[in-house]
């Protein structure tokens, strides 16, 4: 059975294990840690410095086998009523089994039931498909953006998708 529990340091090294390469690092991360690759002492690091903050929340997925993935959920405004996903990934030699899906459903109950978020917000980018029908897949719907937002990456630039999910539209 899948649960989510809060981050631990020891679980850094599991998960950059699961950053193939310098792509789904990029695709992962969105430029968010800067050089690749990243060690679990950089995870660490970075959530260290987020620690003194209220508002930011590292979950840990995991199963009878292990850890099996890995997000975060940080709030976006002032009134804490709007909660952004990041930072998910899942055990490479586990995904297109519905562990991102599974996660994402125990992530948007906790946001919903325990953080009283209103919506949800995530973005992802154009060119990582499997993570976008997944996002769809749990309810997650697109939103459209006055002005896409580019992120260079390398000699590219990759449009990132934003989405959005709300309260009202899980009770329905």
């Known amino acids: 059975m899948l649960r989510l529990r ?14 193939g390469d310098e792509t789904a690092f990029r695709k992962w991360s969105a430029d968010r840690f800067g050089a690749y690759p990243i060690s679990a002492d950089d995870l660490n690091r970075h959530y260290d410095a987020m620690a003194a903050s209220d508002s930011f929340y590292e979950f840990t997925a995991f199963d009878e086998t292990g850890v099996t993935g890995h997000m975060i959920m940080r709030f976006t405004d002032a009134d804490k009523r709007i909660v952004r996903f990041g930072f998910v990934i899942v055990d490479s030699s586990k995904r297109g089994k519905g562990y991102g899906k599974g996660m994402l459903e125990l992530a948007i109950r906790y946001a919903f039931d ?3 978020a209103e ?4 973005g992802v980018f154009e060119n990582n498909a499997p993570a976008y029908r997944c ?4 309810g997650f719907r697109d939103l459209e953006l006055p002005e896409p937002e580019l992120f260079r990456i390398g000699n590219e630039e990759w449009n990132c998708l934003e ?3 709300t309260r009202e539209e899980t009770e329905k």
């Open 135 to 138: 996002y769809k897949a749990v």
């Open 163 to 165: 989405l959005e999910l």
């Open 114 to 116: 325990i953080l009283k």
């Open 119 to 122: 919506r949800i917000t995530l």
């Open 6 to 19: 809060p981050y631990k340091a020891c679980d850094a090294q599991t998960i950059v294990s699961w950053i």
